[in-house]
């Protein structure tokens, strides 16, 4: 990622030196997903609400920044587990319009139009942006709010949108949205009446979303099933949650163990959240051991893994977010896949980086066809989006030799710590400000003895 003109401020890489079995334990952090629309929700209530397990990312902060624009307070803490609480009260909500620099910023940042409509029965926002896997329309949000009563106006990148009042009402979703399945639970918590959606997302975050907003008062039914219905309250009050451990992150780091031959133990995890990931894991071969009482899986591997196709779908099937990260393992498995991508068109953006590792990948559409290659070797990556890049770091853990990740603000949105986290398992991964110089590289590597340069220059010629 090339730093812009006139910027002395450093751009940030990843260097990782392949060819180690991760070892340890590793707790999985709190759901991006779920803590991003529960946060959106707090703008329909004056009571103060209090998340417990927040990963601090930097989409949460960019949420963050829009409620405090609206008027919100928000504070962060730091629980005695020492995972992150965050405090938010919208009591003194001030403004029903989100800035366009920050809906830029994140696509999830679209949540807050239900929400805002409920409260202040004004909303007024701009297309949101986030990675660029493909169109992903905001059309069914729209029409949604507009079936509950919502005037909707939309000039160029503006949408506004205004209510006296939401009524309850039957809405019928074309494909099951994620995203407006959660944005019209919202907007119809505190309409008139009762409101059923049916198609509805089936995804573990919008159960959680579902736990929060009754916890608050609301009256939601269904979630985890394609019917929800909603009977509106007139008032909601404040709550404490604890977030849900996130799937994306887990599975993650369960490749990571698969693609390095290792044996990692993640805790604070779900196994139900994960079965199509941990069914396609074993179909590869991977040795995978469940304790769903204690939420702890151990993922352990010491061979080459065996080829497997799949295609993504809507939950419960195998989660797109999956899809770039297994695909990863696929390049280094013994035999061809067949993968399909039918939820995003353009969720290939990581095959070119592959090939330039060694991969075997011919694309078609939505299909990519993996024919494994006994190793990878390093190179210079650009990732092109958050998932992506997660790949591009665990294709790098098992090639050959050095690997330098540029756009490392993907990593930053979707994974806590991530680099650090790699580390505690053994992972030689680093972050390193460019242009390097002696001692910049940050996170842990001993610098003595001229290490640090020799890193920097071998990461140079690398770049």
Known sequence: MARMAGSRRPEQRLVIEGGVRLKGTVRVSGAKNAILPMLAATVLTSGECVFTGVPRLRDVAVMETIL???????????????????????????????????????????????????????AR???????????????????????????????????EAEAASLEGTEIHLDIPSVGATENLIMAAVLA??????????????IVDLQNFLNRLGARVRGAGRDTIRIDGVRRLGGAEHAIIPDRIEAGTFMVAAAITGGEVILENVIPEHLEAVIAKLREAGVGITEDREAMVLRVRWSSRPRATDFKTLPYPGFPTDMQPQVMALAAVADGTSVITESVFEQRFGH???????????????????????????????????????????????????????R?????????????????????????????????????????????AEETSRAAWVAG
């Open 192 to 205: 008139r009446g009762t409101t059923v959606i049916r198609n509805a997302a089936r995804e573990p975050e």
């Open 68 to 122: 405090r624009r609206l008027g919100a307070a928000v504070r962060w803490e730091t629980g005695p587990d020492g995972t992150g609480v965050l405090r938010v009260s919208a009591r003194n909500l001030s403004s029903h319009r989100v800035s366009e620099d920050l809906m830029g910023e994140m696509r999830s940042s679209i949540f807050l139009m239900g929400p805002l409509l409920g409260r202040l029965g004004r």
């Open 351 to 405: 095959v070119p980086e592959l090939i330039r590792m060694g991969a075997r990948i011919k694309t078609e559409g939505r299909i990519a066809v993996v024919e494994g290659v006994e190793r990878l070797t390093g190179a210079a990556l650009d990732a092109p989006d958050l998932r992506a890049g997660a790949a591009l770091v665990l294709a790098g853990l098992a090639a050959r030799g050095r690997t330098v990740l």
């Open 125 to 159: 926002v701009s297309t949101p942006g986030g990675c660029a896997i493909g169109p992903r329309p905001i059309d069914q949000h729209l029409r949604g709010l507009a079936a509950l009563g919502a005037t909707i106006r939309q000039q160029g990148a503006h949408i």
């Open 407 to 451: 756009g490392v603000n993907h990593l930053e949105r979707g994974y806590e710590r991530f680099e650090e986290r790699l580390r505690s398992l053994g992972a030689r991964v680093y972050r390193l400000a460019w242009p390097p110089s002696v001692g910049s590289v940050a996170g842990g590597r001993p610098s003595e003895g001229g290490q």
